[in-house]
C-alpha cells in the first residue's frame, strides 16, 4: 500500500512542478527553465598596473627621557 502512495504523490509533485513552470512562463513572457545558450565570454583588456612611488621615510632622532628639561621654563628649550 506505501509504495503505491509514494508513487502517486511524486506523480503529483511531477504535475505541479510543471504546472508552476506553465503558470511561471505565462506570466513573465518567456521561460525561465530553459538552459542558457553557449555564450561567448567577453573578453575585455585589463588595466595596466600602476603603482605608487616610494615612500619618504625619515629615521626620527632618538631622544633619551633622561636628558629631556625637567622644570626648565618652554623658552629655555632648544629647538632643533
Do not use: C, H
Not at 530553459?34 to 561567448?40: L, V
Not at 619618504?56 to 626648565?72: A, D, F, Q, W
Amino acid at each position: 500500500m506505501y509504495p503505491q502512495i509514494i508513487t502517486y504523490l511524486l506523480t503529483f509533485i511531477k504535475f505541479q512542478e510543471q504546472m508552476i513552470r506553465t503558470l511561471l512562463t505565462l506570466l513573465i513572457g518567456k521561460s525561465m527553465f530553459d538552459k542558457p545558450k553557449d555564450q561567448q565570454p567577453v573578453n575585455k583588456p585589463y588595466r595596466k598596473l600602476q603603482v605608487d612611488d616610494l615612500p619618504i621615510i625619515e629615521i626620527p632622532e632618538k631622544l633619551n627621557y633622561r636628558n629631556l628639561p625637567n622644570g626648565v621654563p618652554r623658552e629655555a628649550w632648544e629647538i632643533p
